[in-house]
């Protein structure tokens, strides 16, 4: 199946720092999701994207589909510990009906 | 129940044996998902099955690999002869019908179950 591009893979922040990262596909999509993952928990999503150019805050968190509707951005404005985890995105097309194709995570890690 | 719940949390299987993993979905969701997260890697798709139609089988990696979705509800992913390449995390997710979600709704994902072949 289709697996998005994901970048970085990794990334480690001083606490308070922001923090981005991306997501890209070859294909276009009509909705986009991100996820953040926790040690030993399953995925849980943070925000949902439906339309290119949206942009849609969680608290701290900021998504954005991009305008050509292949990829998508997520912001992490003054990180906390607690932010600590994996970071998914996830997105469908029209051909896809339900099913999402994720990301490969970008792995974050804030040092106190 | 209220979320997604998967088991065994883990498994630890020799070699060459079958092992049955377990998920129960969401009360009332139509979708379920499985895919399998290697150490450090993303989330593989497996199977995806969409109330009575037929599942989409396209991500299981072989034919030692199986799951059934009973009266649309629980779902048992079967690995037949384990190898240790099939070590892995075990997610299951499932969905209602897709409408737009708010925060908190779309895929919900169980806390999976850790797979290890030795």
Request: hydrophobic share 30%.
């Amino acid at each position: 199946g289709q697996q998005l591009n994901q970048s970085p893979q990794s990334m480690f922040i001083q606490e308070g720092e922001d923090v981005s990262m991306n997501c890209t596909s070859s294909s276009i999509f009509n909705t986009w999701l991100w996820y953040k993952q926790d040690p030993g928990e399953g995925p849980v999503l943070l925000i949902a994207l439906y339309k290119a150019g949206e942009l849609t805050s969680n608290g701290r968190l900021t998504a954005q589909f991009g305008i050509t509707r292949k990829d998508s951005f997520l912001n992490i404005s003054a990180s906390i510990p607690s932010d600590v985890g994996i970071y998914f995105c996830a997105g469908r097309s029209a051909n896809t009906g339900n099913q999402f194709y994720f990301g490969t995570g970008t792995s974050l890690t804030v040092i106190p | 129940g209220a979320g997604v719940s998967q088991s065994p949390s883990n498994k630890v299987t020799e070699k060459g044996k079958d092992v049955e993993l377990r998920c129960d979905p969401i009360s009332g969701h139509t979708a379920l998902y499985w895919y399998r997260q290697s150490l450090g890697q993303g989330l593989e798709f497996l199977i995806y099955f969409q109330g009575n139609s037929a599942p989409d089988k396209s991500g299981l990696p072989s034919d030692r690999f199986s799951a059934e979705r009973t009266g649309g509800s629980v779902s048992t992913l079967t690995i037949q002869r384990t190898q240790q390449e099939d070590s892995a995390v075990y997610l299951c997710a499932s969905s209602g019908l897709w409408i737009r979600p708010s925060r908190g709704y779309g895929y919900t994902f169980g806390s999976g179950t850790r797979l290890t072949v030795v």
